[in-house]
Nanobody
Framework: QPVESGGGLVESGGSLTLTCATS??????????LGWFRQAPGQEQDFVAA????????YYGDSVKGRFTISRDNNKKSVYLQMNNLNPDDTAVYYC?????????????????WGQGTQVTVSS
């Protein structure tokens, strides 16, 4: 199960870096794509970013393009989400998920293993 960390409270315009670390399937980590999704209270889950198995392809939701960057370190079996220029609309619980097919992308049904989430709160 992936484990997210790095959430917290930040002022508008600030930055945070989220980390998704994997366990259990670490021997096969290199074959997995990983995605970040978020969910604000009362709203549906929203695609944020994804990265394919070798890092050659990245995907971003429209609302975060140009502000967020996803990357991975297969040696550390981790994926990172660098979030810059945060605004209150970015406030949500952020979830990391594994795609065993390796391609990633915005479709929820590609992902079969989800973390517990980490809270990001952006104050105005």
């Amino acid at each position: 199960q992936p484990v997210e960390s790095g959430g917290g409270l930040v002022e508008s315009g600030g930055s945070l870096t989220l980390t998704c670390a994997t366990s259990g399937r670490t021997s096969a980590f290199e074959g997995y794509a990983l995605g970040w999704f978020r969910q604000a209270p009362g709203q549906e889950q929203d695609f944020v970013a994804a990265i394919n198995w070798n890092g050659a392809k990245t995907y971003y939701g429209d609302s975060v393009k140009g502000r967020f960057t996803i990357s991975r370190d297969n040696n550390k079996k981790s994926v990172y989400l660098q979030m810059n220029n945060l605004n209150p609309d970015d406030t949500a619980v952020y979830y990391c998920a594994l795609d065993p097919y390796g391609e990633g992308g915005p479709l929820l049904n590609r992902y079969d293993d989800w973390g517990q989430g980490t809270q990001v709160t952006v104050s105005s």
